[in-house]
């Protein structure tokens, strides 16, 4: 089993920055996608952004539009680690941020789950 555990989140102001970290206890096996998805109050789970572990020809990278050229999220294979860089956030960025991983290369929030963490912006 492989527990994750989120950090970072917080109060900040429009236009300020945060930078959310995932880290996994060691899997068994390794993990080949992490993604954050977010809960904004009152509504659905959506995806923010994600990562893909290719064997040959990199990781790959995925987007939600409306982070594209804000956030950005990198991993830390040797850390079990990953990062989110919330750049330029505004109010509608306040939510739960939670991250998932998997042993499968999908984005599709199978596998494993933190507990979140909280990201509020303040307009």
């Known amino acids: 089993q492989v527990q994750l555990a989120e950090s970072g989140g917080g109060l900040v102001q429009a236009g300020e920055s945060l930078r959310l970290s995932c880290i996994a206890t060691k899997p068994p096996f390794p993990l080949k996608a992490w993604a954050w998805f977010r809960r904004p109050p009152g509504k659905q789970r959506e995806f923010v952004a994600g990562i893909t572990v290719g064997a040959n020809s990199g990781d790959e990278i995925v987007y939600a539009e409306s982070v594209k050229g804000r956030f950005t999220i990198s991993r830390d294979n040797a850390k079990n680690t990953m990062y989110l860089q919330m750049n330029d956030l505004k109010p509608e960025d306040t939510a739960v941020y939670s991250c998932?991983?998997?042993?499968?290369?999908?984005?599709?929030?199978?596998?494993?789950w933190g507990q979140g963490t909280r990201v509020t912006v303040s307009s």
């Open positions: 998932n991983a998997d042993h499968l290369p999908q984005l599709n929030g199978q596998g494993y």
